[in-house]
């Protein structure tokens, strides 16, 4: 499976870094960040991993999934042998005002 991460989930990433460093030290920040990536990774060995996204439940759009690490969920969509990294956000950002922008252009 390979895995690609869409501009705007490395926005997401470079972000959260970036935050992270104000408030947290290198080896946290560090730390956070090898998890999303291991956590992304983790579709090549497992890519049936996840759960379905709440948020898109009543679309039905069952080819997106969420997956978390730590505080922060990564939703992810799954194209035959792809995986696209769409979003990574803290749990309390509001995920679907994100996903209305991004995914449903709403």
């Known amino acids: ?3 690609m991460w869409t501009d705007a989930a490395r926005d997401d990433l470079l972000e959260l870094r970036a935050y992270l460093k104000m408030h947290q030290s290198a080896a946290f920040v560090k730390k956070v960040t090898e998890q999303i990536r291991d ?4 579709l090549r060995e497992w890519p ?3 759960v379905y996204v709440r948020e898109l439940e009543e679309l039905h759009l069952d080819q997106y999934r969420e997956l978390l690490a730590g505080p922060h969920r990564i939703i992810v969509e799954r194209a ?3 995986f696209y990294v769409h979003i990574v956000c803290h749990t309390s950002r509001n995920l679907e005002a994100l996903l209305r922008r ?3 252009a709403v």
């Open 39 to 42: 956590e992304v990774a983790s």
């Open 1 to 3: 499976m390979n895995i």
């Open 80 to 82: 035959s042998d792809v």
């Open 102 to 104: 991004r995914l449903l």
């Open 48 to 50: 049936s991993k996840g």
